[in-house]
């Protein structure tokens, strides 16, 4: 607890109450280069780590603390980027299940079921302001945005079951771009972790069928980004089908659209070289795997 203390008093000695330093006092952004502080210390007491690389205690209960009484009613600007800071923040509190797990011989039953209780106060707070947000939508919807990496987060920690229909739900039309996109940036980062290729097919059937080029575009560079899997090795993503789908974004679906088909070729080369994929039939393939010319 002592590595919080006195981060903890500087924030009150800044942004505190002046009848109680404790509890933060009513928003007021008129000073940016305040504002852009009063951020940046969320953030930083998330990635504050013990000895045993655990979130001090106390962290997660300021944090819910500073969305707790968070008052904006007097301030002429919105409050929408910095609660997504919080959100943000709640989210970097979280560590990952393996580890816990695998430290329980060194870290005491306590430290736990604190972090079973972290996970659980972080998902109360994500899922109150997705719907919230739903309510009360704000610019561009950052805040839901940052709910949905947090989302992504916890899956990948372990904390809660992988399940990609969230982010497909909020990847379809009639939303905002931002939250499009990060239910894209989350999709790709699933289907990179998943073990078959139905996320990835997925991802490749929407970008052939959809015609929205700006969209298609931005979600194969987050594939070359953030590739599913390694040219080296062997990976149960490598398919027949998935291979199929990328030569044909390279080839019939992008008519017209010379930017889309130019990054196919990019992540085709950069999942498969110059060669005939491993994954394809031995007929298809040319000495050394080289693609037979027609």
């Not at 979280?94 to 079973?116: H, K, W, Y």
């Not at 931005?218 to 980004?225: A, C, N, S, V």
Request: glycine letters at 6%; hydrophobic letters at 40%.
């Amino acid at each position: 607890r002592g590595e919080f203390i006195r981060p903890r008093r500087n924030y009150s000695s800044l942004f505190g109450s002046h009848s109680c330093p404790s509890i933060v006092r009513l928003n007021d952004f008129s000073d940016f280069p305040s504002y852009f502080v009063l951020k940046a210390f969320p953030l930083g007491f998330a990635k504050l780590r013990d000895a045993q690389k655990q979130t001090p205690q106390g962290v997660l209960e300021f944090l819910c603390q500073l969305i707790r009484y968070n008052d904006n009613r007097v301030n002429k600007f919105s409050d929408t980027s910095y609660i997504s800071s919080l959100i943000k923040a709640l989210s970097l509190t979280v560590n990952p299940a393996l580890a816990v797990q695998g430290a329980r011989q060194t870290v005491s039953n306590t430290a736990i079921v604190s972090e079973v209780l972290r996970v659980q106060t972080v998902i109360a707070e994500v899922v109150h302001y997705l719907n919230l947000e739903k309510l009360l939508p704000t610019y561009k919807q950052e805040i839901t945005v940052n709910c949905l990496h947090t989302l992504r987060r916890l899956q990948k920690y372990g904390h809660i079951p992988v399940d990609s229909s969230i982010f497909r739900q909020y990847a379809g039309k009639g939303l905002c771009d931002d939250i499009r996109m990060a239910a894209f940036y989350s999709l790709i980062d699933l289907a990179k972790d998943a073990k078959t290729d139905s996320d990835l097919l997925w991802l490749l059937n929407f970008i052939g069928s959809s015609s929205e080029a700006g969209l298609r575009y931005r979600i194969l560079r987050g594939l070359i980004k953030n590739p599913p899997f390694e040219r080296k090795g062997e990976s149960s993503k490598n398919t027949p089908a998935v291979v199929e789908r990328i030569w044909s974004l390279m080839t019939t679906e992008s008519n017209g659209d010379v930017r889309l088909r130019i990054v196919a070729m990019e992540l085709y080369s950069l999942l498969y070289g110059k060669i005939t994929p491993s994954c394809l039939p031995q007929g298809v393939r040319g000495k050394d795997g080289i693609r037979k010319c027609a």
